[in-house]
């Protein structure tokens, strides 16, 4: 229980911070990506400030919390083990990118942004929910099937 609650204020943290850093505006998302308009003078850079600040305090919560050799509320830190680049983690990465930078939002701006009820991220979360579903199903037809166990299809 003690778990699920300090994740819930976390969330509560995050979502604040993004809606006070102004980052589930899509607009200023999309004013930070647009960098042709730098000499008209409508590019803004508090998106990178934002990023800046949150690799900050990222960097100091490691330098705390490694240390201790375990999370608070986990017996192991869940770090990556694979360093090679697929087609999954590219193509992944480039349809991250193509969606930020039509929609302006991304999966951690949309959540705080429902709340203020507009329709781009309602629609934005029901695409990406939708991506999500779609990724797994992709992934369930190209795994191969265990031992003596039909593939579902």
């Known amino acids: 229980m003690a778990r699920l609650a300090v994740a819930f204020l976390i969330g509560i943290v995050f979502g604040t911070g993004i809606m006070i850093a102004g980052m589930a505006d899509p607009a200023k998302v999309l004013n930070f990506l647009d960098f042709g308009a730098i000499p008209a ?3 803004d850079p508090s998106l990178a400030f934002v990023m800046g600040a949150a690799l900050l305090v990222t960097a100091i919560g490691y330098r705390l919390v490694w240390p201790a050799g ?4 986990a017996p192991k830190f869940q770090v990556p083990t694979r360093r090679d680049l697929d087609l999954p983690l590219i193509g992944g990465s480039a349809v991250f990118g193509i969606g930020w930078g039509i929609a302006g939002f991304c999966p951690g701006a949309a959540i705080p942004a429902l709340g203020t009820g507009r329709s781009e991220a309602i629609l934005f979360v029901v695409a990406l929910v939708a991506g ?6 992709l992934r369930r037809l190209q795994a191969p099937a265990a031992p003596g166990k039909p593939a579902t299809h």
């Open 41 to 43: 003078g409508t590019w």
């Open 70 to 73: 375990h999370p608070v509320f």
């Open 132 to 137: 999500m579903a779609i990724a797994r199903w």
